[in-house]
């Protein structure tokens, strides 16, 4: 029966847009009512007659979904979407500031001025015989 029905059961999931752990919730129900329903394994014609297309039994399966539950899922997923966008800022900001640093203070961007002695040194002179 899974291998006739499961084409049919992933067009399903194809559009049933909720987290993970609600969509293969939704989907064991749905085989499970497959398998009470049919004694064989129906041909997905019979599937597309009894039950309808598979957008038509995703809406429906959709329908009976808590709303309260599915609001609170977009809150969280949308909560954890800004999380990665503030970490990514942060990460891209340090890695930006990494590169101005070590950039300015290159040996080629280092000025070096020689500023004469005003005060010259005495030169001490030796003869040759060590005098």
């Known amino acids: 029966m899974k291998s006739r029905n499961a084409s049919y059961v992933r067009s399903v999931e194809c559009n049933l847009d909720l987290p993970r752990r ?5 989907l064991r129900g749905l085989q499970s009512e497959l398998q009470e329903r049919f004694a064989e394994p129906p041909s ?10 598979p957008e038509e ?9 808590d709303a309260e539950e599915e ?3 977009k809150k969280v997923r949308l909560l954890w ?5 503030v970490m990514f800022a942060l990460l891209l900001s340090v890695v930006i500031g990494l ?17 004469p002695d005003p005060a010259p040194s005495p030169q001490y002179s030796m003869d040759v015989e060590g005098e």
């Open 22 to 26: 609600q969509r293969k919730e939704l």
């Open 44 to 53: 997905e014609e019979t599937l597309l007659s009894e039950l309808g297309s």
């Open 57 to 65: 039994v995703a809406q429906a399966l959709l329908l009976g979904v």
């Open 71 to 73: 609001k609170r899922q």
């Open 81 to 85: 979407t800004g999380c990665v966008a």
């Open 99 to 115: 590169i101005c640093y070590f950039d300015l203070f290159r040996p080629g961007h280092i000025k070096v001025t020689i500023i």
